[in-house]
């Protein structure tokens, strides 16, 4: 047998790596944890739609992003920061890069090869401080994005990502949060209607640290923003919260990951997310690893969607993953259903419209997420935001 016809027949036989990575590998990835990483794009295939990690994304749609050439300049923003905490730009040679994780697929890689300076984001002061970034006038050329933000030791603070306008961006955002450190991180996405953006965000987080992070997507034509969260010291705390509201023919998408690498370690996963108008499309999926040396591991997730009219579809996927026995509780659920009925005649019995009734069901159903931010101005913001979606679609 010629060494082509052995290589094609190994191919059928699914003996080599699947397309999401890991090219010298020959037998499919049987753990989270062993796919293939790279900051390299030259080290990842060409896209095709039927690889594990794009296989629910419009790939056709998304090939300026995933084949083209991205543009690594700086991006303009703008950050208001208050004492405690510091904002620069630095090279991509600088050792402060690469310290939350890489890549696992083309997007990611894609962009970390074109970046030329990071954003880097230091938060310094033991008191609560919050800086907010503001990126609006991105237009729409292809663009490539690093961030790092970084919480020193025993540093509290709050970091505000505000997405807005046009954009055809993929990007990297590190987050290392030192020992003793509490950090929350929030993203939230209110794009113009035609706007694209992939994310994927590294976490690693320190001894008796904790990580808040917070993904709120509303607008753009694709939204798909990816967290990893490694609690790699013992006694580290993850929590990832989200909140979507996709409207006709939007696609929001979030794959969460939370890898469990240390004794004595917890995270909370909960994503909630609405639907209305034809073609409305969401995906979740959410990966749990619980490694051997993880003892004493408490760990939840859950995804919950609420379908508001006909013609949406919400994809969720929970996955568990324990290498021991010895863990506090582990655990994860998934529901997707149309409005309670009772709830909408309770209050409509009191007085209130089906129309006004259907805003406060689905206030109260992301609420949830959204009080988690911390910043009174930006979720009452985000909620009349909501509320606005609905009240187009009232009239539409």
Known sequence: ???????????????????????????????RSERFTSTDVSDFPVV???????KFAPVAKLAALLNGELDGSRIPLAVTNATGASSEWI???????????????????????????????????????????????????????????????HARGLVILENRGAATISENVEIVVGDGAD??????????????????HYA?????????????SLGGAIVRVNPT????????????????FADAGQHLEQQVYLDHNAPNT???????????????????????????????TDSYEQNRNLTLTEGTRA???????IETGEIEGAGHASATGRFDDEHIFYLQSRGISAQEARKLVVRGFLLEVIGQIGNAETEERLQTAIEDELAEAAHS
């Not at 938060?123 to 961030?147: C, I, K, N």
């Not at 969260?229 to 979507?244: F, K, M, R, T």
Request: hydrophobic residues 40%; proline residues 2%; glycine residues 10%.
């Open 1 to 31: 047998m010629t060494e082509a016809v052995a290589t094609r027949e190994s191919v059928q036989h699914g003996f080599v790596a699947h397309s999401d990575g890991g090219l010298d590998k020959k037998v499919p990835v049987q753990t």
């Open 48 to 54: 095709t739609g039927r690889e594990a990690v794009w």
């Open 91 to 153: 090279g991509r040679d600088d050792a402060r890069i690469g310290r939350a994780g890489a890549p696992e697929e083309r997007a990611a890689a894609a962009a970390w090869s074109a970046f030329s300076e990071a954003h880097l984001i230091t938060v310094s002061s033991e008191e609560a401080v919050t800086t907010l970034v503001t990126r609006s006038e991105l237009g729409t050329v292809p663009r490539a994005a690093h961030t790092v933000i970084e919480a020193k030791a």
């Open 183 to 200: 950090l929350t991180v929030v993203s939230i996405q209110q794009w113009s209607e035609d706007a694209q953006h992939l994310a994927s």
């Open 204 to 216: 690693t987080v320190g001894r008796d640290a904790s990580l808040k992070h917070i993904v709120v």
């Open 229 to 244: 969260i490694h609690l790699d010291s013992q006694g580290a705390n993850g929590e990832a919260y989200g909140a979507y």
């Open 266 to 296: 917890r995270s909370r996963v909960n994503y909630k997310g609405a639907l209305q108008g034809q073609g409305a499309r969401t995906v979740w999926i959410g990966d749990v690893l619980i490694r051997r040396n993880a003892s004493g």
């Open 315 to 321: 994809d969720s996927i929970p996955n568990l993953e």
